[in-house]
């Protein structure tokens, strides 16, 4: 074991034994409100916080106090002293689970993603009051990371096996530019950006792509996108490396499933 493990092993433990004499030296009272997580059974609609009544001594005991849905919510908070300004509902079936946001190039627009593969702009970010507007359905579930390159939104979409490019030069209205689409069984899931915005790598998912690393360029005029058939091994038939092999460079430890990929620094 590490220097490091065991130093924290031993914090652990200390803020453990520290809890626990804590409680042992003084009564515990009884927890007034119980929290519930709770799933929608259709999975049409968003998972909730359920707060219950739990004081037995309470009118309300074993009420339902308030709700509160989670999947469908993001919110908004101030840096410079940590204050929450607003939960924001994202409305639609496309507003459950929301994932991933990205600042646009113009610094103040904010786009937001969901692995229900809908799309909402931040309205009225810079106010106190700021909320969200439903922009796109890229279609099916599941759809992970974006990128921006430029006035280009490129997103995961497994439901097309594809990565789709968004031109949202306007972001309230996106409109498509490209799809590089892969095999039948190919379903993506991580994609990183070059910094010089002029490559994608793409890895994960299921198909070949479990196994494969690939390479995709997008034309910074057109937001075209394309494979990079010559990002290959030698004497390989398909593009890409293949993760489907015994001996690596540190030994032979045999297949492996590649996921995260980020490019170097140049």
Known sequence: MSRLLIAIAIFVTAIVGVAAKAQNSRPIASSPYLFVWAGDADRNESDFLAVIDVRPKSKRYGRVITTLPISHVVQVWRLTDLKLLKSIYLPGAEGVDPAEPRLLSDG??????????????????????????????????NCALPVVAGKFWIQTVPASRALISLDISNPSKPVEASRLVFGESDKPHWIALEPNGRRIVVSGGSGTLKSRVLIARIDSQTGKLSLDGAFREKA?????????????KHGKSGRAIPHGAVFSRP
């Open 236 to 248: 390989a038939k398909e593009a890409g490396i293949n993760f489907e092999r015994e001996l690596w």
């Open 108 to 141: 103040r627009t904010v786009l937001v993603s969901t692995f229900t593969c809908g799309l909402y702009r931040i309205t009225n970010l810079e106010s106190e009051n700021p909320g969200a507007e439903f922009i796109h359905s890229f279609g099916g579930k």
